[in-house]
């Protein structure tokens, strides 16, 4: 799951009720930043502690995420459609 973390974003419930599923099923989460730092997120008294390990990238950074994606994937020999 990839997370798109704003300012706004942060304070809407269903952001959370999403994460919390893929939490629960133990699903990979990828946070996006975008007008938010990591350091916000993990200094937030608010933030459940899961949410404060997940991975993360700045938004302007994305296709560093999106190269070492392709990089697994091709490891794990998916075929190609």
């Known amino acids: 799951m990839l997370v798109l973390f704003t300012p706004t974003a942060s304070d809407r419930k269903y952001v959370w009720l999403e994460i919390g599923m893929f939490l629960g099923a133990r699903k990979r989460i990828v946070g996006a930043l975008y007008g938010v730092r990591k350091e916000d ?41």
Do not use: C, M
Not at 45 to 63: F, G
């Open 41 to 81: 997120i993990s200094t937030d008294q608010y933030t459940p502690v899961a949410l404060k390990r997940i991975d993360s990238v700045e938004l302007n950074n994305i296709e560093s995420y999106f190269s070492e994606l392709a990089q697994r994937v091709q490891a794990w020999g998916t075929p190609h459609v």
